[in-house]
């Protein structure tokens, strides 16, 4: 790896770490860049997963002040990890290639669920209206989805937590956002220790692109505090929208 790659490599992790905090699909930025740097894409995946985590980590901290007080986000946490486990293993032992035709349907149809998020909730029900119960298994599902699909491949796992949880939270975005960032580092810690094991992991890559995501990561979630929700969706949606395209193209061209 030369100088020019590991300055790809950090510039990439910049980049990532805030478009993670704001949007999510930072990893459609690494990925492509420790595919450029010269990684063959599975452990450039695997190493991926890994580097980003930092971000989420970040994240974090930056956007704490929205997250819900109380023991109900903490009961998300064991669905969490038990779908990244899953999706993980997933990637570890299946071809990936019909799963990469899946991945932009889901992207897409996950940001189309955020563009038409109160028509959707008038024909499902506002979760206010939900029973405690219906409302219960509605967000441990969405998230069990998420996580699955975090531990296999992880690009726009943001936009996906985002608009699945909107549909079935009653708060607002930026709080939806905070949710999603803890669910977000839970993920990359899950795929952190699992590749770190089990995974071909490049760890002069990781070291050059993490502490970057850290670094973006912090600064685009205090962005997202300062960002009306209205404008948030929309960047949320138009960046969704773009990476599901992207992926597509990737996977049929």
Not at 9 to 24: D, E, F, K, P
Not at 54 to 65: D, K, R
Not at 70 to 85: D, I, K, S, Y
Not at 241 to 250: N, S
């Given at each position: 790896?030369?100088?020019?790659d590991?300055?790809?490599?950090?510039?990439?992790?910049?980049?990532?770490?805030?478009?993670?905090?704001?949007?999510?699909?930072?990893?459609?930025?690494?990925?492509?860049?420790?595919?450029?740097?010269?990684?063959?894409p599975?452990?450039a995946?695997?190493?991926?997963?890994?580097?980003?985590?930092?971000?989420?980590?970040?994240?974090?901290?930056g956007?704490?002040?929205?997250?819900?007080?109380?023991?109900?986000?903490?009961?998300?946490v064991?669905?969490?990890?038990?779908g990244?486990?899953?999706?993980?293993?997933?990637?570890?032992?299946?071809?990936?290639?019909?799963?990469?035709?899946?991945?932009?349907?889901?992207?897409?149809?996950?940001?189309?669920v955020?563009?038409?998020?109160?028509p959707?909730?008038?024909?499902?029900g506002?979760?206010?209206?939900?029973?405690?119960?219906?409302?219960?298994?509605?967000v441990?599902?969405?998230?069990a989805?998420?996580a699955?699909?975090?531990?296999?491949?992880?690009?726009a796992?943001?936009?996906m937590?985002?608009a699945?949880?909107?549909?079935?939270l009653?708060?607002?975005?930026?709080?939806?956002g905070?949710?999603?960032?803890?669910?977000?580092?839970?993920?990359?810690?899950?795929?952190?220790?699992?590749?770190?094991?089990?995974?071909?992991?490049n760890?002069?890559?990781?070291?050059?692109v993490?502490?970057?995501?850290?670094?973006?990561?912090?600064?685009?979630a205090?962005?997202?505090?300062?960002?009306?929700?209205?404008?948030?969706?929309?960047?949320?949606?138009?960046?969704?929208t773009?990476?599901?395209l992207?992926l597509?193209?990737?996977?049929?061209?």
């Amino acid at each position: 790896m030369d100088f020019s790659d590991a300055a790809l490599l950090v510039a990439a992790g910049l980049a990532a770490g805030t478009v993670n905090a704001v949007a999510g699909g930072g990893s459609l930025i690494t990925f492509p860049a420790m595919i450029a740097a010269g990684l063959p894409p599975i452990p450039a995946n695997v190493s991926n997963s890994v580097a980003v985590f930092p971000g989420y980590v970040a994240s974090v901290a930056g956007s704490h002040q929205d997250l819900p007080r109380g023991r109900a986000l903490a009961t998300l946490v064991p669905t969490t990890v038990l779908g990244t486990v899953a999706g993980a293993a997933l990637l570890l032992a299946t071809p990936a290639r019909a799963f990469e035709l899946v991945v932009p349907f889901l992207v897409l149809g996950a940001t189309a669920v955020l563009a038409f998020q109160d028509p959707l909730r008038r024909l499902v029900g506002h979760p206010r209206d939900l029973s405690p119960r219906r409302r219960t298994v509605s967000v441990q599902a969405m998230v069990a989805v998420g996580a699955v699909y975090g531990g296999y491949f992880g690009a726009a796992l943001g936009v996906m937590l985002v608009a699945g949880l909107a549909l079935v939270l009653d708060a607002t975005l930026a709080r939806v956002g905070a949710i999603k960032n803890l669910l977000s580092a839970v993920v990359g810690l899950t795929t952190l220790v699992v590749f770190a094991l089990f995974g071909p992991v490049n760890w002069a890559a990781v070291a050059l692109v993490a502490p970057a995501t850290l670094v973006g990561g912090y600064a685009g979630a205090r962005l997202v505090r300062r960002l009306p929700s209205v404008v948030l969706k929309t960047v949320i949606v138009g960046f969704g929208t773009v990476i599901g395209l992207y992926l597509l193209w990737r996977a049929v061209r």
